[in-house]
């Protein structure tokens, strides 16, 4: 069965220092991975996707991630905290052997960037 | 990139009454639509999802003659929250699958549903 995990329920970090948004998945066969920011009574905004190539990615607003095969982990990274950064973020995964195309969300780690 | 939109953004209705949302692919056409609902503070749970031209598929747990799902084109599908009560007060957010794009999902704004 697919899993996601987001540890942190919440993530504190002090403007301009580097943040680290953790996530772990289970799949069975290959994952699709994707992170996605929600501000407060807003949708999901797409921030990046692994689905094959280079295990670096990169994506909006100065965010990257690293799939990490051997640790199942997808952990959302960005060098430099802005206060604006400030929001909900949700990893998910897609199982590529699950042809229903499902996305499989973590339970969201609040951002919280402090002047 | 694809656009998804839903319609109305915000509702508010006195309980017993019917509620209809309305998700939209606007730029690609969308075999399968996805309906998802979240509690605040809370993550997004898949409630359903809705296949063009066929009987959605709920998820266990979610009741399909309360939440009835149409998806009658490619590029609509519509969630309608009947006999509505304070319960069912939430945020719900749907989206479209781009079989040209990996099959990725694209959310559409979400829609804030009031039940007085």
């Known amino acids: 069965a697919q899993s996601v995990a987001q540890p942190e329920d919440q993530v504190n970090v002090a403007e301009g220092n580097p943040l680290t948004v953790k996530c772990t998945y289970s799949?069975?066969?290959?994952?699709?991975l994707f992170w996605y920011v929600q501000y407060p009574n807003r949708g999901l905004q797409f921030l990046l996707k692994?689905?094959?190539?280079?295990?670096l990615v990169k994506g909006s607003y100065g965010f990257e991630a690293e799939f990490n095969k051997s640790q199942t982990s997808f952990h959302l990274k960005k060098p430099s905290a802005l206060v604006s950064d400030s929001a909900l973020y949700f990893c998910?995964?897609?199982?590529?052997?699950?042809?229903?195309?499902?996305?499989?969300f973590g339970s969201g780690t609040r951002l919280l960037v402090r002047p | 990139g694809a656009v998804v939109s839903q319609h109305p953004s915000r509702v508010i209705c006195k309980s017993g009454t019917s509620v209809k949302i309305e998700c939209r692919s606007l730029?690609?056409?969308?075999?399968?639509m996805f309906w998802y609902r979240q509690f605040p503070k809370q993550s997004l749970m898949l409630m359903a999802t809705?296949?063009?031209?066929?009987?959605?598929?709920?998820e266990q747990g979610v009741e399909k003659d309360k939440f009835l799902i149409n998806h009658a084109s490619l590029t609509l599908s519509t969630l309608t929250v009947t006999s509505a009560h304070p319960e069912d007060s939430s945020f719900y957010i749907c989206?479209?699958?781009?079989?040209?794009?990996?099959?990725?999902?694209?959310f559409g704004p979400g829609t804030r549903l009031t039940v007085l």
């Open positions: 989206s479209a699958r781009d079989h040209s794009s990996y099959n990725e999902q694209f």
């Open positions: 799949v069975s066969g290959n994952p699709y």
């Open positions: 692994y689905i094959t190539g280079d295990n």
């Open positions: 998910a995964v897609r199982d590529d052997v699950d042809s229903s195309y499902k996305l499989i």
């Open positions: 730029d690609f056409q969308a075999t399968t």
């Open positions: 809705s296949n063009e031209g066929s009987k959605a598929t709920y």
